[in-house]
């Protein structure tokens, strides 16, 4: 069973600060995606990848495959990024077929003050 | 932006009623999944379906049960709620085939609360 294991679970900053959200995950992966939920529930995907890193404004992801771990950076952090970050795994092993969804970490909760 | 719709929004209920989660998606995705998630914690998978006519159960056991008639749309419905319904439920869609997977595009969830 992958487990997956997202730290901090809460993270309190001021604004402006760059932030860091750790993910580690037990088994092989064939995608890693990053998430973000607003206190109203609904999700948004922000970043899906399986090697590198990814840019996209003032958000970074990285990944390393070997030591199966995952980071998600925020620059220049601001109050509306204020939300809960989840890193969710895709097994490697697809075989079209049983519970192929994904994995998903318990979240963190990050507020950022002004 | 993701076009997947969930309603309602909100749900407040009686035990032993019977309800209907509804999720449509306007993306022509052929792969949708229904996840539950209790306050604070880890969505899980609940159901899934590869397209019309096919539903398959997720890794948490679940007393509800999906249909996908249509394409778009993929309800899920409670016989007879209980409080443990209690939780949020979130529908998703992809576009993932047998030979390619692609990012999941998450419904708005419903939050659901049986009295």
């Known amino acids: 069973k992958n487990e997956v294991e997202q730290s901090p679970q809460n993270l309190t900053a001021q604004e402006g600060e760059f932030i860091t959200i750790n993910c580690s995950y037990s088994v092989g992966i064939s995608a890693l995606h990053w998430l973000q939920q607003h206190p109203g529930g609904g999700i948004v995907s922000l970043f899906m990848l399986s090697s590198g890193k990814k840019k996209h404004g003032r958000l970074i992801a990285t990944i390393n495959i070997q030591e199966k771990h995952s980071s998600l950076h925020i620059t220049a952090s601001h109050p509306r990024d204020s939300a809960v970050y989840i890193c969710a795994v895709r097994s490697s092993v697809y075989s079209g077929g049983g519970a192929d969804g994904l994995t998903f970490g318990k979240g963190t909760h990050l507020i950022i003050q002004p | 932006e993701a076009d997947i719709y969930q309603t309602p929004r909100y749900l407040v209920i009686g035990t032993g009623k019977k309800i209907t989660l509804e999720c449509s998606q306007t993306m022509g995705h052929d792969k949708m999944y229904w996840y539950q998630q209790d306050p604070g914690m880890e969505l899980h998978l609940i159901h899934y379906?590869?397209?019309?006519?096919?539903?398959e159960k997720g890794d948490l056991s679940s007393e509800s049960t999906v249909s996908r008639i249509r394409t778009e749309h993929f309800p899920l419905t409670l016989e007879s709620a209980r409080p443990s319904h209690t939780s949020q439920y979130l529908c998703?869609?992809?576009?993932?085939?047998?030979?390619?997977?692609?990012?999941?595009?998450f419904g708005p969830g419903t939050r659901l609360t049986v009295l």
């Open positions: 998703a869609s992809s576009d993932e085939t047998p030979t390619s997977y692609n990012e999941q595009f």
């Open positions: 379906s590869y397209g019309v006519n096919s539903t």
